[in-house]
């Protein structure tokens, strides 16, 4: 039996696990695990998630276990939460036994889901036309398009070497600032501030902010306090970089 | 012209599902609510009641949406948000406050979080009246 219980806690911490680290929202973390455990436990459950932790306790057979994991990156992988979510309606369904499940989780969390080189030109599709939504041109969103690209696959590649989330975030407000200055220094084409702005996109705080605000407005204070820090960390860390961006294509 | 707009906009949605990496069938799903959700926030004429009217006809989309295809409202939720969503505004309070225009960047910043609760306040509105039947 007591083998049973950690395998289970391990199930439920990885899965709350993978969620928090594909960015979905705390309260949607929380009842996913405590779902799971209804349907595969009988006895009391709580679950603790923020941005950076997940504790899981449960109260079964007269005893308490309890267990609590570190999350210590965090993007977005919309691919991950869906599959996270089907596995736990199989097993409310009671299709799975433990042990599947686990396995089924262990693949979701080691494979990456999009192949990287679509990933890079949607982001580039996407930075050309929001440009053009902010009221740039044609050229517009071919540079956005461009600078976008090139900024993202160079963020992907820092991302790996080292996992820092402020120096990716800083390179990724100074090489579309760069980038944008020298394309308008060269062609004397397009509107700077446009394509800057357009070439950021992936990056902007927004989503971010608009989830913290959430967070906060259901009751997840810590949570949603934590993740408003980081949406106001990550906002500067591109300013400052922007800026420097600027300045230094000027310079050039 | 706002059609045009509607279309650029689910373009961006499109895009930023497959940059989010999820399957073309639920990013497709995600570029015509977020079409639709960007349309309304044109079309409406006062700024403020725009964000809130947008987001919720958003979060309601999202929803019936998550219904239908069987995945978790926030995929699309993610997607359509992210046209609406002021977060170059967020940047530019910074890059303000950085150039020292402190007026500007008050100013940007002020309009900035009173829009960004207001579309929060919409989707949590929403989710909580979906709230005992929702898809977890």
């Known amino acids: 039996m007591k083998n049973n219980i950690d395998q289970l806690l391990e199930l439920l ?36 998630a923020l941005a950076t932790t997940i504790t899981v306790s449960i109260y079964q057979d007269g005893r308490h276990y309890s267990f609590t994991k570190r999350i210590r990156k965090r993007d977005i992988d919309l691919n991950k939460i869906e599959q996270v ?29 999009q192949k990287k080189p679509s990933v890079i030109y949607a982001s580039g599709v996407a930075a050309g036309m929001f440009a053009v939504l902010m009221g740039g041109g044609i050229l517009d969103f071919f540079m956005a398009g461009l600078c976008c690209s090139i900024a993202l696959f160079t963020s992907t590649f820092i991302k790996e070497t080292m996992v820092h989330s402020f120096i990716v975030r800083f390179s990724g407000g100074f090489l579309p600032a760069f980038l944008s200055t020298i394309v308008h220094h060269f062609t004397l084409a397009g509107n700077v501030e446009v394509i800057a702005l357009g070439a950021m996109l992936p990056l902007f705080p927004g989503i971010a902010m608009v989830n913290a605000i959430r967070d906060t407005i259901n009751g997840d204070l810590v949570s949603g306090v934590a993740r408003v820090a980081e949406a106001l960390i990550s906002a500067l860390s591109l300013a400052l970089g922007a800026l420097i961006g600027f300045s230094v294509g000027v310079f050039l | 012209m706002n059609y045009i707009y509607m279309l650029v906009a ?112 919409a989707i949590a509105l929403v989710s909580a009246a979906f709230g005992k039947t929702q898809n977890i």
């Open chain 1, 13 to 48: 911490l990885k899965a709350g696990q993978i969620l928090l680290e594909s960015g979905a929202e705390t309260y949607r973390a929380e009842t996913t695990v405590a779902h799971m455990y209804s349907s595969l436990g009988n006895g009391k459950i709580d679950v603790f």
């Open chain 2, 10 to 121: 689910g373009c961006i949605s499109f895009c930023v599902g497959i940059m989010l990496k999820t399957r073309v069938k639920i990013a497709l799903c995600g570029s015509f609510v977020g079409g639709l959700c960007y349309f309304t926030f044109i079309s409406v004429p006062y700024e403020k009641p725009a964000y809130f009217i947008s987001a919720l006809l958003l979060a309601v989309l999202s929803e019936i949406m998550a219904k239908l295809v069987k995945a978790p409202s926030t995929l699309f939720l993610i997607m359509g948000v992210y046209v609406l969503v002021p977060g170059a505004q967020i940047y530019q309070t910074f890059l303000n406050i950085i150039n020292g225009s402190y007026n500007i960047a008050l100013n940007i910043g002020a309009t900035t979080f009173v829009n960004l609760s207001l579309i929060a306040a």
């Open chain 1, 85 to 113: 979510n089907a596995v736990s309606r199989q097993i409310s369904r009671l299709e799975l036994d433990v042990s599947t499940a686990m396995d089924m989780l262990n693949k979701i969390d080691s494979k990456t889901s």
